[in-house]
């Protein structure tokens, strides 16, 4: 017997993204699709917490979080400056503009960007 979405043995997902965005759309529309529980935070609307964003830097590091192709990362000529991880995670936490969405997490697990590999790893480790 197949466990249900709401089933104790699922696990949930949390999506950090923007509704507009289509990368999260994506993320959105593989979760839903393999009926696996997802929960969207809109960053435009709500960004992530300090404590929640350090969470991802811990697990991925600060520079897999920031978004290279984002056109706030060219406007504040981040390009052209050499930062360590804790300057960049200073202006990650500073700006949730720059990061790379979608972050995702599920469980202890944690990804930044489009990563259907990994989230189909992850479900055939869990299920």
């Given at each position: 017997m197949n466990p249900g979405p709401s089933s104790p043995n699922m696990q949930r997902v949390q999506v950090f993204g923007r509704r507009d965005s289509r990368e999260t759309q994506r993320a959105l529309r593989f979760f839903?699709?393999?009926r696996v529980e997802v929960s969207l935070v809109d960053v435009a609307i709500r960004p992530p917490a300090p404590t929640e964003l350090r969470r991802f830097i811990e697990r991925l590091g600060a520079p897999a979080l920031i978004d290279?192709?984002?056109r706030r990362?060219?406007?504040q000529g981040l390009a052209y400056l050499r930062m360590d991880a804790a300057e960049v995670a200073d202006r990650l936490t500073g700006d949730p503009r720059l990061l790379r969405l979608p972050l995702v997490r599920m469980g202890?697990?944690?990804s930044a960007?489009?990563?259907?590999?990994?989230?189909r790893l992850w479900l055939a480790e869990s299920g």
């Open positions: 839903k699709e393999r290279e192709s984002s990362y060219r406007d202890d697990r944690a960007g489009p990563a259907e590999q990994t989230w």
